[in-house]
């Protein structure tokens, strides 16, 4: 039987309309799960190819979310020419996909820039205190670098500041924020319905310390670091990050 111009307004009809619904449709948390799983299986297979066959994996530009990320970022490098460590006010500038911070070292002046690909044009910023970026993991910023980071600034936090000079709580109440960004974004290197930071995201140095220090590396503990310093935040009158 021959359709009718009619039968076939009527499938295309109906064809948009369950497309339309599927769009619609809300998400599967498991699916997610699943497809995420999947994701990181196949990434672990590909790198264990590149290791076996001595290749050297595709080059792949690191985008930075946000500007606070590129300023936070920028932070964990000291002056090359004094090695301070305080973080000068920067000027975003630049086009397209490429952006830099540009500006001077506080102490001895020196020109400091660093260039940024950007997964938006110009790159933008988090509302969200704490927040680098998205939900998804950071591609410029290791995990090694953030429990390097946590390392230092955690012996600063005092969990009375009553009893410190106002110097020490201040630096206090600063740690207890740099720490807080710290575990939120580390956090985020954690697929959902895992434990641990799988290998498919560590380098192997960073592979390495988590059999030293295994627990550093997973979701009970950074999740449980978090709260404590979130509680924290809240008696001392600390600005936490929002969670």
């Known amino acids: ?17 369950k497309l339309l619904e599927a769009l619609d449709a809300p998400t599967d948390p498991e699916k997610e799960a699943r497809l995420a799983e999947k994701e990181a299986r196949d990434k672990e297979a590909l790198e264990k190819y590149y ?7 595709p080059a792949k530009a690191q985008r930075a979310r946000s500007v606070e990320e590129m300023r936070f970022a920028m932070s964990l490098e000291p002056c090359p020419a004094c090695q301070t460590a305080r973080v000068p006010d920067y000027a975003l500038v630049g086009q397209g996909d490429r952006w830099s911070l540009t500006g001077s070292c506080v102490r001895c002046q020196q020109p400091r820039s660093r260039e940024f690909v950007t997964v938006a044009s110009p790159p933008p910023s988090v509302s969200v205190r704490g927040q680098l970026g998205g939900d998804s993991p950071s591609e410029i910023l290791r995990p090694g670098q953030l429990l390097a980071e946590l390392d230092r600034v955690t012996p600063q936090v005092r969990v009375d500041p009553a009893q410190v000079s106002d110097i020490e709580r201040q630096a206090s109440a600063g740690a207890i924020e740099r720490a ?9 290197f954690i697929p959902p319905r895992t434990q641990l930071i799988p290998d498919t995201r560590l380098t192997p140095d960073e592979r390495d310390d988590r059999k030293a220090r295994r627990e550093r590396y997973s979701r009970d503990w950074l999740t449980s670091e978090r709260d404590r310093l979130l509680a924290l ?4 009158g600390a600005r936490a990050v929002q969670r």
Do not use: F, G, S, Y
């Open 233 to 236: 935040a809240t008696q001392t």
């Open 1 to 17: 039987m021959t359709d009718t111009p009619d039968d076939a307004a009527e499938r295309t009809k109906q064809l948009a309309k």
């Open 51 to 57: 290791r076996e066959t001595n290749q050297p994996p």
């Open 180 to 188: 807080l960004t710290c575990l939120t974004e580390l956090l985020k």
